[in-house]
């Protein structure tokens, strides 16, 4: 209902009257959200419950102020909890090129803070990429627009402050199916759940204080509904702030049965809240973090490797790997004379990659240079 708007610690602040137009107060003007700072908890909360009781009272007035956006789009359905501008807005489930995300924290305030969860939501879809194979970069797709029906969106009880059914969300991530990727949407970013469109085998949400009760409640049940294999919520944790200690960051993952139910997969490893196994991934997953205040590290486990992988990880490796590289082709070209030697070698480890005995190669050219082919694997020509 729309005056849950009002509510906070289980205290319903009380309505001003609601003029035609609000006009602006001595104390804080309510058409204007407030940041922290601007005020207290209890006026926020009270300027924002007037601003969407205008809306509410004045639908034409508020419809006319959406339509002058330049990103109005007639088919969304608009929140009459939420602020829509020009370049922010508050409602997590609108998407539009340039404008950004500031979500109402948890005292009511607008909080453009998301230190955590953008760059962990971006350091995800780089190491997702990899355990996917060649196709991961376009199986792995952040924030889309999912769209869904109407009748869904009321069975669900997802209705805005107005009442009416919402028929969209916008996840962190999804992985779509092999074959089904992102060259198969007739819009870019954009599902829809009719038979041309494929549904996510993955759904990641990213939780923050704000979005916390709508990650593990409404979308668990709604990606339930849509047919989701699985549903992983990260929540990065909260670093030591004040008087609170923090938290640890954790994973939960929820797995799709054949009879439609979603059931958590327990964990895995040392830590069972941080490490889990995707069917979808095909390896456990975990978050790293050894304190509070860390910015954890989602990462995946490579059975070939023996090692746990992520994007910064394997940059640093390749990169080592090149200066490796480097440095062992110099060293053959003063062993061997023979730039041509070099070329050849160069070329076999772009294609099969760099061994990891180099220095036995090396010592092998010192007393064979003439056997380099046969010591490096290469066929001679």
Not at 208 to 219: L, N
Not at 241 to 261: F, H, I, K
Not at 270 to 279: H, K, L, N, Q, Y
């Amino acid at each position: 209902m729309a005056l849950a708007l009002a509510e906070t610690s289980g205290q319903a602040v009380a309505a001003a009257p609601v003029p035609r137009r609000p006009p602006p107060q001595e104390a804080w003007d309510w058409q204007i959200p407030a940041s922290r700072g601007d005020t207290d908890s209890a006026t926020a909360i009270a300027s924002r419950y007037q601003r969407a009781m205008w809306r509410l009272l004045h639908p034409r007035a508020w419809q006319a102020d959406l339509q002058a956006l330049s990103h109005f789009d007639p088919e969304f359905v608009y929140d009459e909890s939420h602020e829509y501008h020009e370049d922010w807005t508050t409602d997590p489930d609108y998407g539009k090129v340039n404008v950004r995300n500031f979500p109402y924290d948890l005292a009511g305030f607008v909080s453009p803070d998301q230190k955590r969860h953008n760059p962990l939501i971006e350091q995800m879809r780089e190491t997702l990429c990899t355990p996917l194979g060649a196709e991961g970069e376009h199986r792995v797709q952040p924030t889309p627009d999912y769209h869904f029906p109407e009748a869904l969106g009321r069975d669900l009880s997802l209705f805005t402050g107005g009442r009416k059914p919402k028929t969209q969300v916008k996840p962190d991530l999804v992985v779509l199916p092999e074959g089904r990727d992102d060259r198969s949407l007739k819009e870019s970013r954009v599902i829809r759940t009719d038979p041309d469109h494929p549904v996510p085998e993955m759904v990641v949400e990213v939780v923050s204080p704000s979005s916390a009760v709508r990650d593990y409640g409404d979308k668990a049940v709604l990606y339930k509904r849509l047919g989701v294999k699985e549903y992983l919520i990260v929540d990065p944790g909260e670093p030591p702030e004040g008087d609170s200690q923090g938290y640890l960051a954790q994973l939960v993952l929820y797995r799709l049965q054949p009879d439609n139910n979603h059931v958590r997969v327990q964990g895995e490893g040392d830590d069972p809240d941080m490490e889990v196994r995707s069917a979808v991934v095909g390896s456990a997953v975990r978050l790293k973090q050894d304190y509070p205040d860390d910015e954890p590290v989602f990462q995946w486990f490579d059975p070939n490797m023996g090692i746990w992988r992520d994007a910064l990880g394997d940059k640093l490796r390749e990169s080592e790997e090149r200066g490796r590289a480097q440095t062992v082709l110099t060293a053959v070209g003063h062993i061997l004379s023979d730039e041509g030697a070099v070329d050849v070698i160069a070329k076999h480890w772009q294609e099969f990659g760099v061994p990891g005995n180099t220095d036995n190669l090396l010592t092998a050219i010192l007393d064979n240079p003439a056997g380099w082919q046969e010591i490096f694997g290469i066929a001679a020509e």
